[in-house]
T-cell receptor
Framework: SAVISQKPSRDICQRGTSLTIQCQVDSQVTMMFWYRQQPGQSLTLIATANQGSEATYESGFVIDKFPISRPNLTFSTLTVSNMSPEDSSIYLC????????????FGQGTRLTVV | DAKTTQPPSMDCAEGRAANLPCNHSTISGNEYVYWYRQIHSQGPQYIIHGLKNNETNEMASLIITEDRKSSTLILPHATLRDTAVYYCIVRSGNTPLVFGKGTRLSVIA
């Protein structure tokens, strides 16, 4: 299994500012994903973080709002830009290890509150 | 969109088996059935997955029907710590997990 460290674990931010969330994995992984979980809702996929190239975004999510980096096989960042109260959510990093049809693992999430 | 259907909530008495159903009638031949759970305010936790054979590990058993259109997750002796939202997901390869609304399991003392 992979151990995922997400930072920060929580933050309270002013509207109009940006927050960068870090995801560090203890081993090289094939795939890294970012999810959002709005209050009382299920998880929604934001994007796939591609190593060395631009992330692949899901419908409804754009790079200008959620820029993502993945400089290597163990690290990725998600930035929530120009925040509004509607961005208040838990943001989660997920990884899949080597091999196919293997389980995905999740970080503990970053609880973001925008005021 | 999620390809699975689960009851929104279930109750289970502590110490009894919890049987959580899932329908996935449009599952493709190369898609596995995965189960995760999310305990309040934590990241989802992997439980078990399978293709067509029944699977068992230290946490649970997964029973998949012969036609693969439905499955059941079994927690053999539910405890209060098993109270969580349980997600049934079908997935092929290493594609991202697509979450539905899951089943909120409440284990009652």
């Amino acid at each position: 299994s992979a151990v995922i460290s997400q930072k920060p674990s929580r933050d309270i931010c002013q509207r109009g500012t940006s927050l960068t969330i870090q995801c560090q994995v203890d081993s090289q992984v094939t795939m890294m994903f970012w999810y959002r979980q709005q209050p009382g809702q299920s998880l929604t996929l934001i994007a796939t973080a591609n190593q060395g190239s631009e992330a692949t975004y899901e419908s409804g999510f754009v790079i200008d709002k959620f820029p993502i980096s993945r400089p290597n096989l163990t690290f990725s960042t998600l930035t929530v830009s120009n925040m509004s109260p509607e961005d208040s959510s838990i943001y989660l990093c997920s990884v899949t290890g080597q091999g196919t049809n293997t389980e995905a693992f999740f970080g503990q999430g970053t609880r973001l509150t925008v005021v | 969109d999620a390809k699975t259907t689960q009851p929104p909530s279930m109750d289970c008495a502590e110490g009894r088996a919890a049987n959580l159903p899932c329908n996935h009638s449009t599952i493709s031949g190369n898609e596995y059935v995965y189960w995760y759970r999310q305990i309040h305010s934590q990241g989802p936790q992997y439980i078990i997955h399978g293709l067509k054979n029944n699977e068992t590990n230290e946490m649970a058993s997964l029973i998949i029907t012969e036609d693969r259109k439905s499955s059941t997750l079994i927690l053999p002796h539910a405890t209060l710590r098993d109270t969580a939202v349980y997600y049934c997901i079908v997935r092929s390869g290493n594609t991202p997990l697509v979450f539905g609304k899951g089943t909120r399991l409440s284990v009652i003392a």
